[in-house]
């Protein structure tokens, strides 16, 4: 067992006492901290969206972001005496809006019961307006919400979005800039000239803080930072190597070891993968069995009871060991987590700090636990620590998606066709508040996917269907699995497993169950089935992010490298760029030299580099000629793409545009701007 201690201080800033706010804010302060203050010695004070500006507001997990900024936006909601909905506060996935919806519910129940609402998939709990001051929504709740009830939001005046960095640089963070502006077109005038419409996104990690807020919030956003270091003392626990052994077994084993040695009560494990979790899961309730620490899962193919259950147990129970994906590595209080234990690490910095930040959220201190199967283990975790101390975040790619237009074209022509309300492509550019979506609108004519009926705008039959059946408010690739259903409740209890894998066992509620084929032919959940079962499998998300240029960057610095300067070798060239900048780096030298092979790695390129001319003037010059004649192969700019769900319904044209527009040639630029020099091995 080694520990160490160590701080991370990416956020430098300010705390303001309890004191300030109160004074700022007398009405609305008593309403958030009149009971015991969830974040104790400090209380975040953000004066900017009392008066109404638009703010980009950066701190650490766990500092009281949430409070910062709806107490001042209920101070307005107060003050303009307001009796209808005025704020939408917007997270990233369900499980925090109904983390949120409690918490805030808790803090506005005394002083003004049924003020705040949620509107999720699994909840439609908004049904009127009327005394309601907060909605709390997720991206695709709020684009069916405004589809479908706009009346509801018509006196919007100001917008929260949470952990905005999950969503700047994806398809869902467009769709929903998109959204926002369809509100804050339709939206009613302002009684008062100071009641503007106003927007404040939040987040705890996120690198080019500036650009960031402009794309989100315009050019005259604030852009604010707050926080103050917690300690981190990281445990590495040795597992045992056993060749032929199952891995995951084996770290299930020695956490239980460690669990029985240090006082964690309360604990949750991060895994990559949906299977990582669901068979360590499955491992650790073998292993913890008779003793006093459940064992519980929590990822998205989970049926919403048993997600949460699963956070209800969590909050509420002293003992517990969770076993999570990335669906609780946001936001979610599930208690006073003693531990954070990363059963595999990160590929993201982001991601490594948004999971350590889930521990002992009420203490200065955040313990982290790391599995050390080799010395590579132990590196990779200590250049996570490294970069969060650095503040070295990810590298983000922003660019405009042409699918995602479609989606928020076919939602507006599919919502005029039901009203029975011809739209012209200038009355679709006023209710979407842009004049951006014309080329995506002749597109779609001339694939037939819509139909100029008179000049009316309608979605073809099969995209009706699919707009009526409530399947066209998600940019989200992919599509859910079939469900499988509980033989004990005769509800779904979990989707996407894999039906090649009947008869073996699954765990869920606590237990091992087995997954059945019926003679429908659907998949039930069936009884409980005795240790050594086969586990089934669950479909994966899609492929494994590649390791960002920061960890590698980290990596370098841990081997004593400078990676900042590139390294000339006879094998090729080490540029610690990671896997997404070698990958592009490598295709312009193939178009410098077609006869020649260049293989990325994450530290570098494999080829003959030592026979061209690689000096760093000669890679900026050469970045930018192939950057004008945009002339990469579509094979190659593919590596760089994240799909949405509609890219396919583009034109072969349209589609090849999209995926050139991913092409990152501004981080790309960056990154090379940063390199100090290139020298021989």
């Known amino acids: 067992m080694q520990r160490a201690r160590s701080r991370v201080r990416p956020f430098p800033g300010m705390t303001s006492s309890r004191s300030d706010l109160a004074r700022m804010m007398p009405d609305a302060f008593p309403i958030f901290f009149a009971g015991r203050n969830p974040y104790p010695g400090q209380a975040i004070v953000m004066p900017e969206v009392v008066k109404g500006h638009n703010v980009l507001f950066a701190a650490p997990t766990a500092s009281g972001k949430t409070e910062a900024a709806v107490t001042p936006l209920y101070q307005r909601h107060v003050s303009f005496k307001r009796r209808t909905l005025s704020t939408i506060y917007i997270a990233p996935t369900k499980a925090l809006v109904n983390d949120l919806h409690e918490r805030l519910t808790t803090y506005l129940g005394v ?25 709390l929504v997720t991206p695709e709740a709020l684009d069916s919400l405004q589809l479908r009830h706009p009346e509801m939001l018509a006196d919007v005046r100001a917008i929260i979005i949470d952990e905005i960095h999950l969503l700047h640089g994806q ?20 009684p008062s000239g100071l009641d503007g419409f106003q927007v ?15 794309e989100w919030l315009g050019s005259g956003a604030k852009v604010l930072s707050h926080g103050s270091p917690r300690d981190i003392e990281l445990q590495l626990v040795n597992v045992d190597v056993v060749a032929g052994a199952d891995p995951l077994r084996s770290r299930a084993r020695s956490l239980a070891r460690w669990l029985d040695q240090f006082t964690a009560d309360k604990v949750l494990v991060f895994a990559n993968s949906r299977n990582g979790a669901h068979a360590l899961a499955a491992h650790l309730h073998h292993e913890l069995a008779g003793t006093r620490w459940p064992v519980h899962l929590h990822f998205g193919a989970l049926a919403a009871s048993e997600r949460e259950r ?9 003992y517990g060991v969770c076993v999570a994906t990335t669906t609780l590595e946001i936001g979610i209080d599930i208690g006073d987590v003693d531990a954070v234990v990363l059963s595999d690490s990160p590929r993201s910095v982001s991601g490594f700090l948004q999971r350590i930040g889930r521990g002992n959220r009420r203490s200065g201190i955040c313990r982290v636990v790391a599995f050390r199967s080799s010395d590579d283990d132990e590196r990779l975790i200590r250049a996570l620590v490294d970069c969060g101390q650095r503040g070295e975040l990810d590298d983000v790619c922003e660019y405009r998606r042409p699918s995602v237009q479609f989606q928020q074209i076919l939602s507006l022509c599919w919502r005029a066709t039901r009203q029975d309300r011809p739209l012209s492509i200038g009355a679709l550019a006023a209710e979407a508040g842009t004049e951006d979506h014309a080329p995506v609108i002749h597109d779609m004519i001339a694939t037939g996917c819509l139909v100029n009926v008179h000049g009316a705008l309608v979605p073809c039959d099969r995209l009706m269907d699919e ?17 499988v259903v509980d033989v004990r409740t005769g509800k779904p209890a979990i989707r996407d497993a894999e039906r090649i894998d009947f008869g073996g066992a699954l765990f869920h509620g606590g237990e091992m169950r087995r997954l059945m084929a019926g003679s429908d032919g659907e998949a039930y959940l069936g009884g409980k089935v005795a240790g050594g079962q086969p586990l089934a499998r669950i479909r994966g998300t899609g492929f494994a992010p590649s390791m960002s240029r920061s960890i590698v960057w980290g990596l370098a610095r841990q081997r004593g490298f400078n990676p900042t300067r590139w390294r000339l070798e006879r094998a090729g060239i080490v540029t610690w760029g990671g896997e997404t900048f070698n990958t592009l780096l490598a295709a312009l030298l193939t178009r410098q030299s077609p006869a020649r092979h260049f293989v990325p790695m994450p530290e570098g390129i494999t080829g003959p580099v030592s026979m061209l001319d690689v000096s760093l003037d000669a890679v900026r010059e050469l970045a930018r000629a192939t950057e004008r004649a945009d002339d990469l192969p579509l094979n190659i700019a593919r590596k760089f793409t994240s799909p949405s769900r509609f890219l396919h319904e583009l034109s072969n044209e349209l589609a090849a545009e999209e995926v050139r527009r991913a092409l990152p040639w501004v981080a790309f630029n960056r990154w090379l701007d940063r390199i100090e020099g290139i020298e021989d091995a």
Do not use: W
């Open 467 to 483: 707009a009526d059946a409530g399947r066209i408010h998600s940019v989200i690739a992919g599509q859910p699995g079939n469900a």
């Open 171 to 190: 398809a869902r963070g467009q769709q929903l800039r998109h959204v926002i502006r369809r509100i804050e077109r339709a939206s009613a005038p302002a």
């Open 111 to 135: 002083r003004a019961p049924g003020s705040v609402a949620r509107y999720t998939g699994d909840r439609h709990e908004f049904r009127v307006a009327s005394g309601v001051f907060c909605v």
């Open 310 to 318: 699963v956070e209800g147990e969590m909050r509420t129970k002293r």
């Open 200 to 214: 404040v996104g939040m987040t705890a990690t996120l690198d080019d803080m500036a650009g960031v807020a402009k």
